[in-house]
């Protein structure tokens, strides 16, 4: 699937950390359009400066990985860079989810962790926490591994 084929309203966005340097255009118009369609948006290491590139950061406060703090700084000037770990911020959304609109951008994955806490009634943060990263919430679901 390309960018130009995905829907735009999705439930969740998450945007990796890739290379500065590869990035194709359609992946700013897929960003820009689908931040108003899509509640949640997640971004780990670099990702950030890939959703700041399509304006979708901008007024807002975001983080990223502390060694690009300075590049993220002078190549993105409207977006509030601060130095913490991870950044949940309100974001516009058109739509109707249960999920709560924002974006959060982080330095790592511990992020993700957070976003799940937040959302704790959610299956898809369920699922990320005791499937994703093996994080038990409450009673096991199963009496050992060899169960899974």
């Known amino acids: 699937m390309t960018y130009d084929q995905c829907p735009r309203?999705?439930?969740i966005v998450i945007v990796g950390g890739p290379s500065k340097?590869?990035?194709p255009a359609a992946a700013d118009k897929f960003m820009r359009?689908?931040?108003?369609q899509t509640p949640v948006w997640l971004t780990v290491s670099t990702g950030s400066m890939w959703l700041a590139?399509?304006?979708v950061l901008d007024g807002i406060e975001a983080t990223i990985n502390r060694p690009f703090n300075t590049c993220a700084k002078?190549?993105?000037n409207k977006i509030k860079w601060v130095n913490k770990r991870w950044v949940s911020s309100p974001k516009?959304?058109?739509g109707k989810s249960s999920l709560e609109p924002a974006v959060w951008t982080a330095g790592g994955i511990d992020m993700d962790t957070s976003f799940c806490h937040a959302n704790p009634n959610q299956e898809l943060g369920k699922f990320a926490i005791t499937e994703g990263i093996g994080y038990e919430t409450g009673p096991q679901d199963y009496q050992d591994d060899t169960q899974r």
């Open 21 to 23: 340097n590869h990035r």
């Open 53 to 55: 590139s399509s304006g």
């Open 92 to 94: 516009p959304y058109k």
């Open 33 to 36: 359009e689908a931040c108003k």
């Open 74 to 76: 002078e190549a993105h």
């Open 9 to 11: 309203d999705l439930d």
